[in-house]
């Protein structure tokens, strides 16, 4: 082959690799989409999920209002009397 014929060949295969390249960026950026595409998918079905967590405890928290329950109540417990208590309300006429 003659030096013009390699030149001319050598021009040719970069001008290929220039345009593959422009294409490659297309499908590259056609892949960043997708990616994008499947993590707002992934997000949407998150902030569904944590939408229907977000009102099943809300319907808790009604329930237990409802119930006369709340999140942090104790029930009262109750002070055994001494027996000078009881008699001063014996003689009171409380009791």
Do not use: F, H, W
Not at 54 to 60: A, K, M, N, P, S
Not at 69 to 92: D, H, I, L, R, W
């Amino acid at each position: 082959m003659s030096e013009k014929a390699e030149k001319k060949e050598e021009k040719e295969e970069s001008k290929a690799k220039s345009e593959g390249d422009a294409t490659g960026d297309k499908s590259e950026a056609s892949n960043l989409v997708e990616a994008a595409n499947i993590a707002a998918k992934r997000l949407e079905e998150a902030n569904t999920k944590a939408a229907e967590l977000v009102r099943q405890q809300q319907e808790l928290i009604a329930r237990q209002a409802l119930g006369g329950q709340t999140a942090g109540a104790s029930q009262e417990e109750k002070k055994e009397e001494t027996p000078a208590e009881y008699a001063k309300k014996v003689m009171e006429g409380k009791e």
